[in-house]
């Protein structure tokens, strides 16, 4: 059963950094693309970054230059480094295996305020 469990989130201030963690098991991990989405309240969920497996990133607009998605196939953990938070980074950041057998992890919340 594949299981994706989020961490690193937290109340920061605007222009803080924080860094998201996402610990995959059960699942086939060097060989499989990953993405951060986020969900900010009353919106619907949106696509942040996706990495291959080769750790080439893409990044969404809003987030391009600020954000910087990484891998680490030996700890089987994905991550995103948010640097520079406005308030509209606030949301609930979601990991997510792509392909497949995609599967999503239970989300971790970020809040910035100013």
């Known amino acids: 059963q594949v299981q994706l469990v989020e961490s690193g989130g937290g109340f920061v201030q605007v222009g803080e950094n924080v860094r998201l963690s996402c610990v995959v098991s059960?699942?086939?991990?060097?060989?499989?693309?990953f993405a951060w989405y986020r969900q900010a309240p009353g919106k619907q969920r949106e696509w942040v970054a996706s990495i291959t497996p080769s750790s080439v990133p893409t990044y969404a607009g809003s987030v391009e230059g600020r954000f910087t998605i990484s891998r680490d196939n030996g700890k089987k953990e994905v991550y995103l480094q948010m640097n520079s938070l406005k308030p509209e980074d606030t949301a609930v950041y979601y990991c997510r295996r792509l392909g497949t057998f995609s599967a999503w992890g239970q989300g971790t919340q970020v809040t910035v305020s100013s």
């Open positions: 059960g699942s086939t991990f060097s060989t499989v693309h």
